[in-house]
């Protein structure tokens, strides 16, 4: 009796992932836009996408996480171009935070076809962060570079307090410790063209976010006539909230079909 239970509770689990599997193939299907490029900010790298990565992978997606270098805005787009060449197809290209300018100006490669931005920086044509930033009344504060013109945020409790809130302590230690530091200068490097002027848009503002105040997010939000979401969540949405932040990175792949 109890091996048999054990037989059907197996061929339950292989029904379950044999329909999962259909399911996502059968979303993939679907899509016209199957490429999803996804590019981080500063103090964070690659792998802070990981658990988003998983669940777009579920459903289908190619998945691609750029790694920054942070040394400039000039270098951090030329590694985000070099991974959009490498697409087979059209992109839905996502950035966070600081990436929010990288990929305003990568984001005119032309198999680009919509913009996702989380609780990121958006200069206009001809500015840059530190420009837009001040325009808004929202200058940039206590952020000091080293003798090497990097700023660096590797203080635990910091990292924790500005970036991840909503996270358990440990788990903020362990991004700390992955940290990578940003050129001071990359942010007065100015965006050329800003690809949102003639490319859809969907913005993610983050109300518990204590590293770019929501009413700023929501500005450049409404600047580039994006689709508006809100989540109760820290900056770090995509490793507080990556259920979240993969449901609206598909629902903007969805609506570019």
Same mark, same amino acid.
């Given at each position: &009796?109890?091996?048999?239970?054990? %037989?059907? &509770?197996?061929?339950?689990?292989?029904?379950?992932?044999?329909?999962?599997?259909?399911?996502?193939?059968?979303? =993939?299907?679907?899509?016209?836009?199957?490429?999803?490029?996804?590019?981080?900010?500063?103090?964070?790298?690659?792998?802070?996408? @990981?658990?988003?990565?998983?669940?777009?992978?579920?459903?289908?997606?190619?998945?691609?996480?750029? +790694?920054?270098?942070?040394? #400039?805005?000039?270098?951090?787009? =030329?590694?985000?171009?070099?991974?959009?060449?490498?697409? %087979?197809? @059209?992109?839905?290209?996502?950035?966070?935070?600081?990436?929010?300018?990288?990929?305003?100006?990568?984001?005119?490669?032309?198999?680009?076809?919509?913009?996702?931005?989380?609780? =990121?920086?958006?200069?206009?044509?001809?500015?840059?962060?530190?420009?837009?930033?001040?325009?808004?009344?929202?200058? &940039?504060?206590?952020?000091?570079?080293?003798?090497?013109?990097?700023?660096?945020?590797?203080?635990?409790?910091?990292?924790? !307090?500005?970036?991840?809130?909503?996270?358990?302590?440990? +788990?903020?230690?362990?991004?700390?410790?992955?940290?990578?530091?940003?050129?001071?200068?990359?942010?007065?490097?100015?965006?050329?063209?800003?690809?949102?002027?003639?490319?859809?848009?969907?913005?993610?503002?983050? *109300?518990?976010?204590?590293?770019?105040?929501?009413?700023?997010?929501?500005?450049?939000?409404? *600047?580039? #006539?994006?689709?508006?979401? +809100?989540?109760? @969540?820290?900056? &770090? @949405?995509?490793?507080?909230?990556? +259920? *979240?932040?993969?449901?609206?990175?598909?629902?903007?792949?969805?609506?570019? !079909?």
């Amino acid at each position: &009796m109890r091996d048999r239970l054990t %037989t059907c &509770m197996q061929k339950g689990f292989l029904f379950l992932c044999l329909l999962m599997s259909l399911t996502a193939s059968l979303h =993939a299907q679907e899509l016209k836009i199957k490429n999803i490029v996804l590019v981080h900010g500063a103090f964070t790298d690659g792998s802070s996408w @990981s658990v988003v990565i998983s669940i777009l992978q579920s459903k289908g997606y190619h998945v691609t996480a750029v +790694q920054n270098p942070l040394t #400039s805005l000039k270098d951090d787009v =030329a590694a985000t171009e070099r991974v959009l060449a490498r697409q %087979t197809g @059209s992109v839905l290209l996502v950035g966070h935070s600081w990436a929010g300018a990288v990929i305003t100006q990568a984001g005119n490669a032309p198999n680009v076809k919509g913009l996702v931005y989380l609780s =990121a920086l958006i200069p206009d044509s001809g500015e840059s962060v530190s420009d837009a930033l001040t325009r808004l009344h929202a200058p &940039m504060e206590g952020m000091t570079a080293d003798k090497n013109g990097l700023i660096w945020l590797d203080n635990p409790d910091a990292f924790h !307090q500005v970036m991840a809130n909503d996270i358990p302590l440990k +788990q903020a230690q362990l991004l700390a410790a992955a940290q990578q530091p940003i050129a001071a200068s990359a942010f007065t490097e100015k965006v050329t063209q800003a690809a949102w002027h003639y490319k859809p848009a969907w913005y993610l503002i983050t *109300e518990n976010d204590n590293a770019l105040n929501a009413s700023v997010q929501g500005h450049f939000a409404r *600047e580039a #006539s994006a689709h508006i979401s +809100q989540l109760h @969540s820290s900056h &770090m @949405s995509m490793v507080s909230h990556p +259920q *979240e932040v993969a449901n609206l990175i598909d629902t903007a792949a969805s609506r570019l !079909q």
